[in-house]
T-cell receptor, first 115, second 111 residues
Framework: GAVVSQHPSRVICKSGTSVKIECRSLDFQATTMFWYRQFPKKSLMLMATSNEGSKATYEQGVEKDKFLINHASLTLSTLTVTSAHPEDSSFYIC???????????FGSGTQLSVL | QKEVEQNSGPLSVPEGAIASLNCTYSDRGSQSFFWYRQYSGKSPELIMSIYSNGDKEDGRFTAQLNKASQYVSLLIRDSQPSDSATYLCAVKLGGSEKLVFGKGTKLTVNP
């Protein structure tokens, strides 16, 4: 299957700081990547769809000014959590579809803890 | 609101038994269905994909799809303790790139 690399795997930061998470497709080009958030014992919730060369599409209720997404190239998408607060503490996971465009493969996830 | 429903469990089965996981979905236009396995603190791992009505087998795993009844299931034969995880059902919405996930069913296989 396709390989999606995500880092960092864990971040602990103070309230008010910004955190950047990177997601790379290692062996294929991903024109579209997806960012999910998962709270403990809850399912994955799609936050936004990241499109290479254009603005991200955000799901209802997700603040685009707080969660900045940049899809700089066909293999890299970044999510920046700006002015993080404790309620932003969650497991953030990126994903991308393989070449055939059907199956979704996930990065290893980033556990964000905001103190 | 397009929904994917799963029994949250926990589902406990003895080692060697068949584990049966079920999922229903609301979007009749959906054509692609997936089962993911997620260990605690880890990201989901794709196990099976199914697109046509009927059964699809891959090793100890069998996915079943019934579009008329809008349900998809996953059977795990000869369950092993290492199969203990949360299993997520995911549905690709019709006419969309979005994948909607169920809340997951926690499976425990007892040695």
């Amino acid at each position: 299957g396709a390989v999606v690399s995500q880092h960092p795997s864990r971040v602990i930061c103070k309230s008010g700081t910004s955190v950047k998470i990177e997601c790379r497709s290692l062996d294929f080009q991903a024109t579209t990547m997806f960012w999910y958030r998962q709270f403990p014992k809850k399912s994955l919730m799609l936050m936004a769809t990241s499109n290479e060369g254009s603005k991200a599409t955000y799901e209802q209720g997700v603040e685009k000014d707080k969660f900045l997404i940049n899809h700089a190239s066909l293999t890299l998408s970044t999510l920046t959590v700006t002015s993080a607060h404790p309620e932003d503490s969650s497991f953030y996971i990126c994903s991308a579809r393989d070449r055939e465009g059907e199956k979704l493969f996930f990065g290893s996830g980033t556990q964000l803890s905001v103190l | 609101q397009k929904e994917v429903e799963q029994n949250s469990g926990p589902l406990s089965v003895p080692e060697g038994a068949i584990a049966s996981l079920n999922c229903t979905y609301s979007d009749r236009g959906s054509q692609s269905f997936f089962w993911y396995r997620q260990y605690s603190g880890k990201s989901p791992e794709l196990i099976m994909s199914i697109y046509s009505n009927g059964d699809k087998e891959d090793g100890r795993f069998t996915a079943q799809l019934n579009k008329a009844s809008q349900y998809v299931s996953l059977l795990i034969r000869d369950s092993q303790p290492s199969d203990s995880a949360t299993y997520l059902c995911a549905v690709k919405l019709g006419g969309s790139e979005k994948l909607v996930f169920g809340k997951g069913t926690k499976l425990t296989v007892n040695p």
